[in-house]
């Protein structure tokens, strides 16, 4: 707990819960809350079986502020079990030392963080560890929030959800709950940041349609507007290439695309003959398999990897020091800055324009 005595983490625990009920009682929802209104008004099951087995389970664990906060205040964590249509939850319950960093954050925030961590469905270490690397989980109780599984390694039987390592792995197991420990939060915490920024790693639910068994299905990426858009702003090379290879990535990819997609268009490509075996990897390294704009690539942490079209060639966020009156940090991928950011921008797709030709992968 750092320099902080017991005393003085309970009584931040005991004003995080008190704020909450608060702020729910005193506000309404917040526009991002995805949490299903009941049809009789929720009371505090101070008492609940599920909300009291659970809380052992964190207590041994030494989950301290997460086990206060769910036997005090459960519906921060249980309010999806108020609804029939979604009775199973998740919890990613974040260690204390985490939590302690966000003591200076408005309650509102916190209560939002932690509906960041839950999600609306029962996922046992068993089930992640069956899900590919990549897989953008269910939305969570935060409306238009999605977490990824962005490590798995089934050997060790280990994984990360949004970089972050799951430490304690099935801390608690029950029909319609499951809580993994996890060591820090799912979002940056940045100084005076009052909101949680979408995922970086998952585009936002609003491109995706999700089937009835949670299965996110393909968006419509409208191709021809894009070419279009290239085409008549300076990028006539790179529109051509994509048209070359675009009946290749629809056949390739179409069922790979739920969240839209990033174009990264340079104004010129390489010398490359029309018939050459490379034009195809070349535009696959150039578009990533999501939508992301400049400010959610910007809030991605240094050397994130970004998924291309390519399932072997990712490309890497890395941030330089520039050397100017305001001490600049100036964000890369791959080495290759974007000059023009979020040029063009549809529900399932958004365009940048890159100084230059990202590396050409070898054949």
């Not at 801390?171 to 319609?176: E, H, I, K, R």
């Not at 996110?216 to 300076?234: E, H, M």
């Not at 398999?289 to 994130?304: C, F, G, H, I, V």
């Not at 890369?332 to 950011?341: F, H, L, Q, T, Y």
């Given at each position: 707990?750092?320099?902080?005595?017991?005393?003085?983490?309970?009584?931040?625990?005991?004003?995080?819960?008190?704020?909450?009920?608060?702020?729910?009682?005193?506000?309404?929802?917040?526009?991002d809350s995805n949490i299903t209104k009941p049809n009789r008004?929720?009371?505090?099951?101070?008492?609940h079986p599920l909300s009291l087995n659970a809380s052992k389970a964190l207590h041994q664990s030494n989950f301290k502020a997460i086990t206060t906060l769910l036997h005090i205040y459960p519906e921060i964590f249980l309010s999806s079990f108020s609804s029939s249509s979604s009775p199973k939850t998740t919890l990613f319950a974040i260690d204390d030392s985490s939590l302690l960093n966000t003591s200076s954050l408005?309650?509102?925030?916190?209560?939002?963080?932690?509906?960041?961590?839950?999600?609306?469905?029962?996922?046992?270490?068993?089930?992640?560890l069956e899900k590919p690397q990549g897989t953008c989980l269910l939305p969570t109780l935060l409306r238009h929030h999605s977490v990824q599984i962005s490590t798995v390694d089934k050997e060790s039987r280990t994984a990360e959800v949004n970089h972050v390592m799951i430490s304690h792995p099935d801390?608690?197991?029950?029909?319609?709950l499951v809580i993994h420990g996890v060591l820090g939060t799912f979002s940056p915490l940045q100084p005076h940041m009052d909101h949680i920024p979408h995922s970086s790693l998952c585009q936002s639910d609003t491109n995706k349609t999700v089937t009835e068994e949670g299965e996110?299905?393909?968006?419509?990426?409208?191709?021809?507007?894009?070419?279009?858009?290239?085409?008549?702003?300076?990028y006539v090379p790179f529109a051509i290439v994509l048209h070359s290879v675009l009946n290749m990535i629809i056949a390739d990819q179409h069922k790979n695309l739920t969240g839209g997609v990033t174009i990264l268009a340079t104004p010129s490509l390489v010398s490359l003959s029309s018939v050459s075996p490379l034009l195809y990897e070349v535009m696959r390294?150039?578009?990533?398999?999501?939508?992301?704009?400049?400010?959610?690539?910007?809030?991605?942490?240094?050397?994130?990897?970004?998924?291309?079209l390519d399932p072997y060639q990712d490309l890497i966020i890395t941030r330089r020091s520039v050397?100017?009156?305001?001490?600049?940090?100036?964000?890369?991928?791959?080495?290759?800055?974007?000059?023009?950011?979020?040029?063009?921008?549809?529900?399932?797709?958004?365009?940048?324009?890159?100084?230059h030709t990202l590396d050409i992968p070898r054949a």
């Open positions: 707990m750092g320099c902080c005595s017991l005393d003085c983490f309970v009584y931040f625990v005991l004003s995080i819960a008190l704020a909450f009920m608060a702020v729910s009682t005193t506000l309404p929802s917040p526009p008004p929720i009371t505090h099951h101070h008492h408005p309650p509102l925030f916190l209560k939002q963080l932690l509906q960041y961590h839950t999600l609306p469905q029962r996922l046992s270490m068993k089930d992640l801390m608690f197991l029950g029909d319609s996110a299905v393909p968006v419509k990426i409208d191709w021809t507007r894009i070419i279009q858009l290239l085409s008549s702003n300076g390294r150039h578009i990533l398999a999501q939508r992301l704009t400049n400010k959610e690539l910007a809030s991605m942490p240094d050397k994130a990897l970004l998924k291309t050397v100017n009156s305001s001490s600049q940090c100036l964000m890369m991928i791959s080495g290759v800055e974007i000059v023009a950011p979020d040029m063009f921008s549809s529900s399932n797709f958004v365009i940048h324009g890159i100084s």
